[in-house]
C-alpha cells in the first residue's frame, strides 16, 4: 500500500472511483501519515434486556459503549499513524449525565478483509463492500491477537454477529447503523445516526 494512498482505496478497489464523495471524505485518511478527519453527528444506542447484566463488562474492556441513549450528540476522529496503515476510531459520546470515550482502529487483513480492534484486543473481523450505493460490513468472525497474529474465536453462538452499512444522503453527510444479532435472542444491540464532514 503506497504511502500517498487512501487506506481504504485499496481496500474498495475498482468501486472507489464510483463511490459518493461523502464516503471519499470520511475514508480519505492515507496509510502511513498523521491525517486527520473529523466528523460530528447524532446517534442512538439500544441495548437488549438480556445483554444490559453486561454493560460493565462492555465498559471494563472497551470493547461496545456500555449506555443506552438516543439524539446523543457524537463527534468522531479518524486518525492515520505514519508508522501503520490503520485507520482508527476515537469517539466522544456527550451523554446527558457523562461523557463516554470509546476508541478502536480498523487493521487491514487481506484483501478487503478488516479487523476493528478494541483497547481490550479483542477484534471484529468484517468485510467492506460496497453496493447499491451504500457501504456494507459484513461479519467475518471474532479474534484475538497472538503472537502478532490474529486467531479467530467461535463465539457468535455467545453473542452473535454483527453487521453494519453506511448510506450516503449527500456529499457533507452520511447516516449509518450497526447491530449484533443472535440467531436464538434476536437483536441484542445496536446503533445508528447521522455524520457531517465538511
Given at each position: 500500500m503506497g504511502k500517498n494512498q487512501p487506506i481504504f482505496e485499496k481496500i474498495f478497489g475498482n468501486d472507489w472511483q464510483e463511490m459518493p464523495t461523502i464516503f471519499k471524505k470520511h475514508y480519505q485518511n492515507r496509510a502511513y501519515s498523521n491525517d486527520i478527519t473529523q466528523a460530528k453527528g447524532v446517534m442512538n444506542v439500544s441495548i437488549a434486556s438480556i445483554l444490559r447484566p453486561l454493560a460493565p463488562f462492555f465498559s471494563f474492556t472497551q470493547t461496545l459503549i456500555s449506555q443506552e441513549g438516543?439524539?446523543?450528540?457524537?463527534?468522531?476522529?479518524?486518525?492515520?499513524d505514519e508508522n501503520d496503515n490503520c485507520f482508527r476510531f476515537?469517539?466522544?459520546?456527550?451523554?446527558?449525565?457523562k461523557i463516554r470515550y470509546f476508541n478502536s482502529k480498523m487493521e487491514p487483513i487481506n484483501n478487503n478483509l478488516i479487523i476493528e480492534w478494541t483497547k481490550s484486543g479483542i477484534g471484529w473481523g468484517c468485510k467492506f463492500e460496497y453496493k447499491d450505493k451504500?457501504?456494507?460490513?459484513?461479519?467475518?468472525?471474532?479474534?484475538?491477537?497472538?503472537?502478532?497474529?490474529?486467531?479467530?474465536?467461535?463465539?457468535?453462538?455467545?453473542?452473535?454477529?454483527?453487521?453494519a452499512y453506511e448510506r450516503a444522503i449527500d456529499d457533507n453527510n452520511f447516516e449509518m447503523y450497526m447491530e449484533i444479532k443472535h440467531f436464538l435472542f434476536g437483536k441484542l444491540y445496536s446503533y445508528s445516526g447521522s455524520f457531517y464532514i465538511d
Open positions: 438516543n439524539n446523543i450528540e457524537v463527534l468522531v476522529k479518524f486518525k492515520s476515537e469517539r466522544v459520546f456527550h451523554f446527558p449525565n451504500q457501504i456494507l460490513l459484513l461479519h467475518r468472525g471474532y479474534f484475538i491477537k497472538l503472537f502478532g497474529k490474529p486467531i479467530r474465536l467461535p463465539i457468535e453462538f455467545i453473542i452473535g454477529c454483527g453487521w
